[in-house]
């Protein structure tokens, strides 16, 4: 193990009264006297006592948000065994109970909860009030319709208000959530909602994406003759479209008048299903608990973002992705969410910096790659747009390349928060992230989440400090899931996490955690390259790459040959006008080698019309790898789960060419 060096110096650190009032400050003096955590020693110190007194640190984190259980629980922690740990047995609640509780404040019922944009319009805000009374009505709507605890109700919505709405009634009804985006095609869908059997279907007839209409109504007819369990069909027209015969409209689902019942439900209850990106089969459907996902989510949101009543919460995102339901929480806070339905760049670049000025978020969520395009782009965001309320920037998707972290400074406001945060759909939370109390470090996560036994771990099990090693937690969380759907002896599930260390969640991302606490991730490690048995991470490469102005965007894997040998290659998709002569292989070369190692020179560059990704934007690594070892597109991918199938089949011939 190597020592560890001095902390370099940060990029960014909080002014003295902005940490004093952050809430994780306050959540630490208030634990300190009324459970035994440690008042001294900061965030570092907070974390420690979280992870080894489990119980006790979530049991705080409940009373100190007030969450309400209309059942009191008997233990915090009855099992904490992986998988099948069992958290505050006994109890009922309600999630969207909590999300509307602001609602009741009279001075806040007329604020806004949602602020909608889309590329037509501006801000169109729904007060507390409204959407308490549409949620109320749709759900009393749901119950006369006989949708029952534990049915599934399916979305295939963009990031709309319909949306918010529906996922809270479904919850109020005890019923189970599960969404696709509209520009799924309908195999990936059906993929998705077949294995869940869904008894009511909410869907868009279209939607606007890059200043076009897209047209989904026989998309949606093919659903509904797909999905004979489909009791309820409520259309929702975006685009005008009139109902088709069978119809409900949405007009008169949330026409009523009606207050919220709310089905006061088992901690461990299913809220949503989510699923993986299932490139290599049929996605798994992930289940999640009201409870669990109600207290993580209070922590991340309310602890780690800071947000709170008065905040503007954007995050571009698609239902399609765990990160919508991340937004979703947000009104667990009281903040206002800010819902973009659109391109994350039409008409220009600029589009997301233009939506975050527009609301006033103070909290805005994208992706590294966003960032990164902005850069490329020559974007000056802080000068051009009126950012003064953006107090936050949070990146996740990929890892914030080094030189994303730089631009984040120097053009979104030195007085900025960068966040770069890792979690996963599979806990649809962050393992480690965003701190408002901690420096941030160039190309770094500021620290592991609270409650979150983060560890980089050896082959063999042992812990790790400034090595790479497998992401592994090793006490359970609350928003792991439940279960998979249609998984009856957990095998899966098992299979899926804790196969290689038994009893510890391996997530499947290589890390290192730092000597001064934070931590680097560097991409997956099922397709971490490996050359001499030196492991390195497809981030790092990545960030070199993209660097230059001809690359557009880049894809590297490493394939074990037959004889023994082992070939990286390097795909890159050239920018307009770009060529991939001698002259720039030499500069790509010249720049892997100096800034990282000889090791991480490519065998060979690749001009590639397009770089494949799964349909929630993640670069399709390890089907490509398995094409390029001489595995049928068939076997090495599931179609309806990447964006532009006809990417892979060159990588298909060229595996046939090495095989």
Sequence with gaps: M????????????????????????????WAAEHHGAPAEGGYPALHRWSVEHLDTFWQSVAEWFDVRFSTPYEDVLADRSMPGARW????????????????????????????????????????????????????????????????????????????IVSVLATAAVGAVWTSCAPDFGARSVLDRFRQVEPVVLIAVDGYRYGGKEHDRTDVVAELRAELPTVRTFVHVPLLGTP???????????????????FEQVPFDHPLWVL?????????????????????????????HCDLSTGDRFFWYTSTGWMMWNFLVSGLLTGSTLVLYDGSPAFPDTAAQWRVAETTGATLFGTSAAYVMASRKAGLHPARDFDLSRVRCVATTGSPLPPDGFRWLHDEAGEDVWIASVSGGTDVCSCFAGAVPTLPVHIGELQAPALGVDLQAWDPGGRPLVDEVGELVVTRPM???PIRFWNDPDGTRYHDSYFDTYPGVWRHGDWITLT??????????????????????????????????PEIRESLVVGVEQPDGGYWMPLFVQLAEGAVLDDVLRTRLATALRTELSP????????AVRAIPHTLTGKRLEVPVKRLLQGTPLEKAVNPGSVDDVELLRGYERLGRAHS
């Design 275 to 303: 699923y993986s990106s299932g490139t290599t089969g049929l996605p798994k459907a992930i289940v999640q608990s009201q409870g669990g996902i109600l207290v993580e989510h209070l922590k991340q949101l309310g602890l």
């Design 478 to 480: 609350p928003s792991m």
């Design 599 to 606: 090791r991480h020179v490519p065998d060979e560059v690749i």
């Design 515 to 548: 000597g001064h606490g934070s931590v680097i991730i560097h991409g997956r490690s099922d397709s971490t390259l490996n050359r001499g048995g030196v492991r390195m991470g497809s981030a790092d490469i990545y960030e070199v790459v993209e660097r230059l």
């Design 2 to 29: 190597s020592t560890a060096a001095q902390p370099p110096q940060p990029l960014w650190e909080p002014g003295q009264d902005r940490a004093a009032s952050a809430a994780v400050t306050r959540f630490q003096t």
């Design 243 to 261: 109902a088709p015969e069978g119809a409900e409209t949405w007009a008169d689902v949330v026409a009523g008048d009606e207050e919220p019942v």
């Design 88 to 163: 505050f047995t006994g109890s009922r609640l309600n999630y969207a109970e909590y999300a509307l509780r602001t609602a009741e404040e009279p001075f806040l019922a007329g604020e806004a909860a949602l602020l909608h944009v889309d590329e037509t319009h501006g801000p169109e805000p729904m007060t507390w009030a409204e959407l308490r009374r549409q949620v109320g009505s749709l759900a009393a709507a749901l119950r006369a319709r006989g949708v029952r605890p534990g049915d599934r109700v399916s979305g295939y919505l963009p990031n709309v208000p319909q949306a």
